[in-house]
Each structure stands twice: as C-alpha cells, then as structure tokens.
C-alpha cells in the first residue's frame, strides 16, 4: 500500500529556520513528481511547488518562489520542504502529495501525507 | 493563472438526496479535473481525475462531468459519511489551482 507519512507538528518563532519531511513508500519514488500544498487554518488549498524526484527537476508556485526550498533524498525516498526564515503567515498545515500519472508535472494527487501543521509565533 | 470557481460555497443536504456541486474554469481546461473530498482534520481524498474517471475505492455514487470550463460533481443518494468540504483542482498547467471549495451540511 503506498503511504506518504510526514514528520510531526511544528512550533517556531519568526525568523527561525524548518524542515519538514514526507516519507514514501510502496512505489517507484523517482518515477513520480511529488509536491506540497498549503492550507491556512479554515481556508483551501494552494500550491507550493512539485519536485520529481528522478532528476529533483523543481517548480514553485509563484508565492513561494525563493520563499521555500522543495529536496528529495533518493536513499530513504523522502521529499522535505524548507524554509530559511519562517513568517507568522507561513502558519499552516502542510501536505504533501503524490502525483497520480508516473513522470507527468501535471496530475491529479492520489495519495496524500497525514499533513504536517507548523505554527511560527513569537 | 487559471481561477476555478465553485458553487455554492455551502449546501444543506439530507441523507438520501442527490446533490450536485459546481466548479467554473476562467478558461478551458479541457478534462484535466479533479474533485477531492476533506473531512475535518483529514488529508484530502482524491475521488474524480480526468473529469469524470473515479479513484481507487470511490464508491459508484460518486460522477463526476464537463469538459472545458464547466464541470460537475454528482453524490447520488447522499450518506452521512459523505458531510465535508469538496474541491475540484485544475492541473491543465502549472500551477495547478484549486477552488475554494464547497462545504456540505446536514
């Protein structure tokens, strides 16, 4: 069965450094693009970027270009999403996703991680 | 960017009911739809892709149509379990956008 299981709940301040991560498993990691998805307490769904992890081929969405940093690690086929300088407005929880459709950056999600909500407050 | 709009933001439904939920595209974006269905503290589900093709494990009363800019999501005989909120998600381009979704209540 294939899983997505992400590290756990996070509490930071502005200005501290994260990363989170999303362990896979149960399917052939570097033929599939895997991304992240915010979702701000009570609101939707957006994009933050995808990464395939075959050739870590990466794109972000525009909100988080140069906000974030998306890396795999082939050898434990992990994808982890990192940011250098966290903000109050980056208090959400985290998704990741795998794409559906193997080597296509544009697919539906099939399998989700549990999410990982982080919280930056002073 | 691709705007999806969905309607309506909230709908009252009784276990038994067919309902149907709207999503819009600003502009065509032929099959390449999805609907995803999120209960309160849960990942979200992928239950429709390519408009109208159902997940793995999605029960039957679960359709989805359209094509282009207008598409739908159809619950036939509405069950209690099936109270959540309800995406649909354009991946015609990156990125991909979601709709604001549509939130079912008893």
């Known amino acids: 069965e294939v899983q997505l299981v992400q590290s756990g709940a996070e509490v930071k301040k502005p200005g501290e450094s994260l990363k989170i991560s999303c362990k896979t498993s149960?399917?052939?990691?570097?033929?599939?693009?895997i991304g992240w998805v915010r979702q701000v307490p009570g609101k939707g769904l957006e994009w933050v970027g995808i990464?395939?992890?075959?050739?870590?081929?990466?794109r972000y969405s525009p909100s988080f270009q140069g906000q974030v940093t998306i890396s795999v690690d082939k050898s434990i086929s992990t994808a982890f999403l990192q940011w250098n300088s966290l903000r109050a407005s980056d208090t959400a929880t985290y998704y990741c996703?795998?794409?559906?459709?193997?080597?296509?950056?544009?697919?539906?999600?099939?399998?989700w991680g549990q999410g990982t909500p982080v919280t930056v407050s002073s | 960017e691709k705007v999806m709009t969905q309607s309506p933001a909230t709908l009252s439904v009784s276990p038994g009911e067919r309902v149907t939920l709207s999503c819009r595209a600003s502009?065509?974006?032929?099959?390449?739809l999805a609907w995803y269905q999120q209960k309160p503290g849960q990942a979200p589900r992928l239950l429709i892709s390519?408009?109208?093709t159902r997940a793995t494990a999605v029960p039957a009363r679960f359709s989805g149509s359209g094509f282009g800019t207008e598409f739908s999501l159809t619950i036939d005989s509405l069950q209690s379990d099936d109270i959540a909120v309800y995406y649909c998600?354009?991946?015609?381009?990156?990125?991909?956008?979601f709709g604001q979704g549509t939130k079912l209540e008893i």
């Open positions: 502009h065509s974006i032929y099959r390449n």
């Open positions: 390519g408009a109208s």
């Open positions: 149960s399917y052939n990691f570097v033929e599939y693009w």
């Open positions: 998600h354009q991946y015609s381009d990156w990125p991909g956008t």
């Open positions: 996703a795998k794409h559906r459709m193997p080597y296509n950056e544009l697919s539906s999600l099939d399998y």
């Open positions: 990464i395939f992890p075959g050739d870590s081929e990466t």
